[in-house]
């Protein structure tokens, strides 16, 4: 079944983009990561991150209705999400990049609550797009948390 809403076909193209943002967000965490334990735990994010969007691609571009590209779609608009993930790639200060790494995954999450949202009011019937959005969700839910576990206990960065 084909997404006919234009601002739901949005909101899953940014999904696509905001991903990338996050892994940039993500590698920079690690440069400023001292300890092993964080330095791992963030490099499996990114290698979880890219399965999402490996995962994410196909299905988005076979519930599209007309033939644009998600790599290739800009509107122009960012996201706030984009914006937090656009602040900590563009950081030097690591409490920055991993806060801004936080509020946009946050954000995200709101995204992807918005599309499952749309796809159950409308009983949008892509058991695979729904599964994925699903898991995707606790996958960053969790990291959020995580991220406010690291942050409050100050292991990752010498403040």
Do not use: W
């Not at 801004?100 to 058991?127: A, N």
């Amino acid at each position: 079944m084909k997404i006919n809403s234009e601002e739901i076909l949005n909101d899953l193209i940014s999904v696509f983009k905001i991903n990338e943002y996050r892994l940039e967000g993500y590698r920079k965490i690690i440069k400023s990561a001292y300890s092993p334990k964080h330095l791992r735990y963030f490099q499996r994010k990114i290698d979880e991150g890219e399965m999402m969007i490996q995962e994410l691609n196909p299905i988005l571009h076979a519930s599209m209705e007309n033939e644009r590209a998600a790599d290739t779609y800009d509107d122009g608009r960012i996201d706030r999400s984009q914006f937090f993930f656009g602040i900590a790639k563009a950081s030097d200060n690591p409490m920055t990049v991993i806060v801004s790494c936080q509020f946009g995954d946050e954000l995200l999450v709101k995204i992807y609550q918005r599309i499952l949202s749309f796809m159950e009011h409308k009983m949008y019937s892509s058991m695979a797009l729904k599964s994925v959005l699903s898991r995707h969700i606790l996958h960053i839910e969790e990291t959020a948390e995580d991220i406010k576990g690291i942050i409050s206990e100050k292991y990752m960065v010498g403040v």
